[in-house]
C-alpha cells in the first residue's frame, strides 16, 4: 500500500507564527499515524498545483490527511486543498471543499446561519452600511486565527466606518463589522462517530483580571503572543456548576445543528458567545479546526477521555471517498 499523505500549505520563509502553527499539526499527525501502523508522506502544496496534483495521480496515496489551512497565507484558498482531492479523486480526512467554503467565509456563514434561524451578531460587511448604535467588533472575512483582531478592533457605531477603511488599508483583504455580544466565550468540539456527531466536553475561554475598559476577547495576542497579557490571562477551562449544565446542553444541541448544515465532516468546532441573559450567539463555525496537541479541540478530545492517536483513528475512520 501507498504511503498515506499529509496536505498542508506550504510556508514562506517569513510566516508569521499562525500560520507556522500548521507544522506543529503536521508533525503531531505524522507521528500518530505512524503509531497507529500507516508509512506517512507529507506533502506542501502551493497556489501552482500542478506538483501536488501529479504527486496524486502518480502515488495514490491511500488516503490524504488534510492540514490545508491557507495558501500563499490568504485563508480564501482553505478550500482548495480538499477540491484538488475531490478532483484527483483520493480519500482524504475532514470536511469537502464546499463545507470548508460555506464555513471558511464569516460572511456566507452567518447567512447560511440566519436563513435558518440559528442566532448569529448581527453584522455590516459595507462601509456604507449604517451601524446600529452599541459596540462592534471589526474581523476578517477570510482569514481565522484571530488575525487583525486587537483591543482597538472593538469600536462604538460610530467608529465602524472608519475601522473598516482602516483595516483595509493597513491589512488588505476583506473586512466586516459584527455586533460585539458582552459576556462570556465557549468553543464546542465536535468528532465523528458512527451515528453522526459526538459533542465533546464544553469549554469556556476566562477572562481573568481583565481591566474594566479593555474587551475581553480572544484576540491575536491571547492566540499567538504566550508573554502577553492576554495569552497569560485567557485560560480554557471545561469545569462548569450544575447551574451551567442547561446551558451547556443547550450549545452541544446548537453545535450539532451546525454540524448538520454546513455538513461538516470528521471533526469540527462551533464557537460561541452568550450574553449577559444567557443567549447563545454563534460566532463561527470550524470545519477542519487545528489539531495541534496544545489546542483546543486536543483538548476537548482529552477531556472526554481520548488520547490523540484515538482523535486521529477516528478522523481516519471517516475519510471521504470521491
Not at 8 to 35: C, F, N, Q, S, T
Not at 64 to 84: I, W
Given at each position: 500500500m501507498s504511503p498515506v499523505t499529509i496536505l498542508y500549505g506550504a510556508l514562506a520563509a517569513d510566516a508569521p507564527p499562525d500560520e507556522r502553527d500548521v507544522l506543529i499539526e503536521v508533525e503531531a499527525v505524522e507521528a500518530a499515524l505512524k503509531r497507529l501502523g500507516y508509512a506517512v508522506a507529507t506533502l506542501p502544496v502551493s497556489l501552482n498545483l500542478q506538483h501536488a496534483s501529479a504527486y496524486l495521480r502518480q502515488q495514490r496515496p491511500a488516503f490524504v490527511f488534510n492540514l490545508v489551512?491557507?495558501?500563499?497565507?490568504?485563508?480564501?484558498?482553505?478550500?482548495?486543498?480538499?477540491?484538488?482531492?475531490?478532483?484527483?479523486?483520493?480519500?482524504?480526512?475532514?470536511?469537502?471543499?464546499?463545507?470548508?467554503?460555506?464555513?471558511?467565509?464569516?460572511?456566507?456563514?452567518?447567512?447560511?446561519?440566519?436563513?435558518?434561524?440559528?442566532?448569529?451578531?448581527?453584522?455590516?460587511?459595507?462601509?456604507?452600511?449604517?451601524?446600529?448604535?452599541?459596540?462592534?467588533?471589526?474581523?476578517?472575512?477570510?482569514?481565522?486565527?484571530?488575525?487583525g483582531i486587537d483591543d482597538d478592533s472593538v469600536v462604538d457605531a460610530c467608529d465602524v466606518t472608519e475601522m473598516l477603511a482602516a483595516r483595509r488599508k493597513r491589512l488588505g483583504g476583506e473586512w466586516f463589522a459584527e455586533r460585539f455580544v458582552e459576556g462570556r466565550e465557549f468553543n464546542i468540539a465536535l468528532i465523528?462517530?458512527?451515528?453522526?456527531?459526538?459533542?465533546l466536553p464544553p469549554a469556556e475561554i476566562e477572562f481573568e483580571n481583565f481591566p474594566n475598559h479593555k474587551p475581553r476577547i480572544v484576540g491575536y495576542a491571547a492566540?499567538?503572543?504566550?508573554?502577553?497579557?492576554?495569552?497569560?490571562?485567557?485560560?480554557?477551562?471545561?469545569?462548569?456548576?450544575?447551574?451551567?449544565?442547561?446551558?451547556?446542553?443547550?450549545?452541544?444541541?446548537?453545535?450539532?445543528?451546525?454540524?448538520?448544515?454546513?455538513?461538516?465532516?470528521?471533526?469540527?468546532r462551533v464557537d460561541f458567545r452568550v450574553d449577559e441573559a444567557g443567549r447563545p450567539w454563534v460566532l463561527e463555525v470550524n470545519a477542519n479546526p487545528c489539531l495541534a496537541p496544545d489546542a483546543g479541540f486536543a483538548a476537548a478530545a482529552a477531556r472526554a477521555g481520548f488520547s490523540y492517536d484515538e482523535v486521529i483513528e477516528r478522523i481516519v475512520n471517516h475519510v471521504s471517498h470521491p
Amino acid at each position: 500500500m501507498s504511503p498515506v499523505t499529509i496536505l498542508y500549505g506550504a510556508l514562506a520563509a517569513d510566516a508569521p507564527p499562525d500560520e507556522r502553527d500548521v507544522l506543529i499539526e503536521v508533525e503531531a499527525v505524522e507521528a500518530a499515524l505512524k503509531r497507529l501502523g500507516y508509512a506517512v508522506a507529507t506533502l506542501p502544496v502551493s497556489l501552482n498545483l500542478q506538483h501536488a496534483s501529479a504527486y496524486l495521480r502518480q502515488q495514490r496515496p491511500a488516503f490524504v490527511f488534510n492540514l490545508v489551512e491557507s495558501l500563499d497565507g490568504r485563508g480564501r484558498f482553505c478550500p482548495v486543498g480538499a477540491a484538488l482531492l475531490e478532483e484527483t479523486k483520493v480519500p482524504y480526512t475532514g470536511a469537502s471543499s464546499t463545507a470548508l467554503f460555506m464555513s471558511s467565509s464569516k460572511l456566507l456563514a452567518k447567512r447560511l446561519l440566519k436563513l435558518c434561524d440559528i442566532d448569529t451578531p448581527d453584522w455590516r460587511a459595507a462601509e456604507s452600511d449604517a451601524a446600529a448604535d452599541g459596540r462592534w467588533i471589526i474581523k476578517s472575512v477570510w482569514e481565522h486565527a484571530s488575525i487583525g483582531i486587537d483591543d482597538d478592533s472593538v469600536v462604538d457605531a460610530c467608529d465602524v466606518t472608519e475601522m473598516l477603511a482602516a483595516r483595509r488599508k493597513r491589512l488588505g483583504g476583506e473586512w466586516f463589522a459584527e455586533r460585539f455580544v458582552e459576556g462570556r466565550e465557549f468553543n464546542i468540539a465536535l468528532i465523528e462517530n458512527t451515528n453522526g456527531p459526538q459533542v465533546l466536553p464544553p469549554a469556556e475561554i476566562e477572562f481573568e483580571n481583565f481591566p474594566n475598559h479593555k474587551p475581553r476577547i480572544v484576540g491575536y495576542a491571547a492566540k499567538w503572543q504566550p508573554d502577553s497579557f492576554e495569552s497569560m490571562h485567557t485560560p480554557r477551562t471545561f469545569d462548569f456548576g450544575e447551574h451551567d449544565h442547561p446551558l451547556l446542553e443547550t450549545l452541544g444541541g446548537f453545535a450539532g445543528h451546525c454540524w448538520s448544515l454546513f455538513e461538516c465532516r470528521g471533526y469540527a468546532r462551533v464557537d460561541f458567545r452568550v450574553d449577559e441573559a444567557g443567549r447563545p450567539w454563534v460566532l463561527e463555525v470550524n470545519a477542519n479546526p487545528c489539531l495541534a496537541p496544545d489546542a483546543g479541540f486536543a483538548a476537548a478530545a482529552a477531556r472526554a477521555g481520548f488520547s490523540y492517536d484515538e482523535v486521529i483513528e477516528r478522523i481516519v475512520n471517516h475519510v471521504s471517498h470521491p
